[in-house]
């Protein structure tokens, strides 16, 4: 398989194609093209107990991170990742280059830190998908919360993402339809969704893809797979099939992000800093 550095360059063509900036379900699947992955190495996940993250999405992320570290990327806290200026005046890296480059900064980075007790001072290096809380969130829901309690905070984080009528059927012989709501735009139009939420800690294939689909049929005007787990390259060719009712994923890693920001079950504290200016007291 390859390493995450010679991911670099698949990463920033396939930012080019996009047009310069794309989400990370965007980036992963443009570079699955490009690179034309097979079914069986997009379904090898980094560690299975912990989290839902591909072994693919794993070194992804480290690519973005020592090209974000080297000044070629950006990214905003919504989660898109952009190409800089340096970027688009040098296309052509040199990924090993980079990697000599990143790991001589964090290594006068750690020689710098003065106190490892200290926040301000200890550098996490690790890619944002990788950190403490997603992997403590990835437990939480996979291994001790209930199929009925996830399908309810499925029903919670729908409302508060400004769905109304959410209702969850959950009957079984329903076709795989957990419940259903109606999204609003902008207060004037709507439509109607059923949405199917499942534990999972592999990936979702193409099959369940179309079973849902078939169930929606007459009964939504689209539908909506949530999951813990990850979508094979199949099931998201499935998902957007021309000629057929588009179906919405949400992956586990989506899921992650959309509870932290309605902040349901998950808390983000600032930490204030202090510091004392002596040249202000001193110019009184």
């Known amino acids: 398989m390859v390493t995450f550095d010679q991911l670099m360059l698949p990463l920033m063509k396939a930012l080019v194609n996009l047009g310069g900036s794309g989400s990370i379900s965007e980036i992963y699947e443009a570079v699955v093209e490009l690179e034309k992955f097979d079914e069986e190495a997009l379904t090898v996940l980094h560690s299975p107990d912990k989290s839902n993250q591909t072994e693919i999405g794993y070194r992804l992320a480290w690519a973005r991170t020592y090209l974000k570290k080297a000044g070629y990327l950006e990214n905003s806290s919504r989660g898109v990742w952009a190409l800089t200026d ?15 480059y990143v790991r001589s900064l964090d290594r006068k980075a750690n020689q ?18 990788m950190l403490a809380w ?3 969130l990835h437990h939480v829901l996979v291994e001790e919360m209930s199929p009925d309690a996830f399908e309810r905070l499925t029903q919670r984080m729908l409302r508060e993402s400004g769905f109304v009528h959410v209702e969850v059927t959950g009957r079984t012989g329903d076709g795989g339809i957990d419940g259903k709501g ?15 939420c499942k534990k999972y800690k592999g990936s979702v ?7 849902f689909r078939g169930a929606t049929v007459g009964r939504a005007d689209r539908g ?15 998902a ?11 992956d586990g890693d989506q899921l992650a992000d959309k509870l932290k920001e309605l902040a349901l079950g998950i808390k983000t504290e600032l930490v204030e800093k202090v510091t004392v200016d002596p040249e202000w007291f001193l110019g009184l």
């Open 86 to 100: 340096k970027a688009k005046q040098a296309p052509d890296i040199d990924s090993r280059e980079i990697l000599n």
């Open 112 to 129: 710098n830190t003065t106190d490892p007790t200290d926040p301000d001072t200890v550098l996490d290096e690790s890619p944002e998908e």
């Open 134 to 136: 997603r992997e403590k």
């Open 182 to 196: 109606i999204a609003r735009i902008n207060g004037l139009m709507s439509f109607h969704i059923a949405f199917q």
């Open 205 to 211: 294939g193409a099959p369940e893809i179309r079973n």
């Open 224 to 238: 909506m797979f949530i999951t813990t787990g990850s979508f094979t390259k199949a099931a998201i060719e499935e």
């Open 240 to 250: 957007n099939r021309d000629g057929a009712a588009p179906i919405d994923l949400v």
